[in-house]
């Protein structure tokens, strides 16, 4: 059964992509938009979740292929910069890499703000490895 939250926050991020036309792929909410401007020299831009079954660590970049490899490689080696993430890992816990959506590059700041903190509520059984929420990165942002 879906719970009430979920179908209210699935229908305002349909109006969230109506308003921007800049969203594409989304994937986790079986949203299919499509846009021409997500690939630079064929690599994939945009929002990722890395989970497992209790955690969850929500992250951006503008090669998400070499990301996936960046992160592996240093779980692997015990030098993740991120300490959470690394004793998670460390601890056995099987880390999944999961695109969520493609987007432009102009927006990946603001899209990975969103995905955090809806991540967060659309998941409230999963503990986040983030160490900001996407509240406070918003608050970094705007003082710089």
């Known amino acids: 059964?879906?719970?009430?939250?979920?179908?209210?926050?699935?229908y305002f991020y349909i109006?969230?992509?109506?308003?921007?036309?800049?969203v594409v792929n989304c994937r986790?909410?079986?949203?299919d938009i499509k846009s021409k401007n997500n690939k630079?020299?064929?690599?994939?831009?945009?929002?990722?979740?890395?989970k497992t079954n209790k955690h969850f660590y929500i992250g951006l970049s503008n090669n998400l292929d070499k990301r996936k490899r960046e992160h592996f490689y240093k779980l692997n080696r015990n030098e993740h910069p991120n300490i959470k993430l690394q004793n998670v890992y460390n601890k056995g816990y099987n880390i999944e890499f999961e695109i969520i959506q493609e987007c432009n590059i102009e927006d990946l700041n603001r899209l990975e703000i969103f995905w955090m903190d809806l991540y967060s509520i659309l998941h409230p059984e999963l503990k986040?490895?983030?160490?900001?929420?996407?509240?406070?990165?918003k608050i970094n942002i705007e003082v710089l």
């Open 15 to 22: 109006l969230y992509i109506l308003y921007e036309k800049k």
């Open 28 to 31: 986790v909410l079986e949203i």
């Open 1 to 10: 059964m879906i719970h009430p939250i979920q179908i209210i926050f699935k």
């Open 40 to 50: 630079t020299n064929n690599t994939l831009i945009g929002i990722y979740v890395l």
């Open 128 to 137: 986040s490895l983030n160490l900001k929420s996407g509240i406070e990165v």
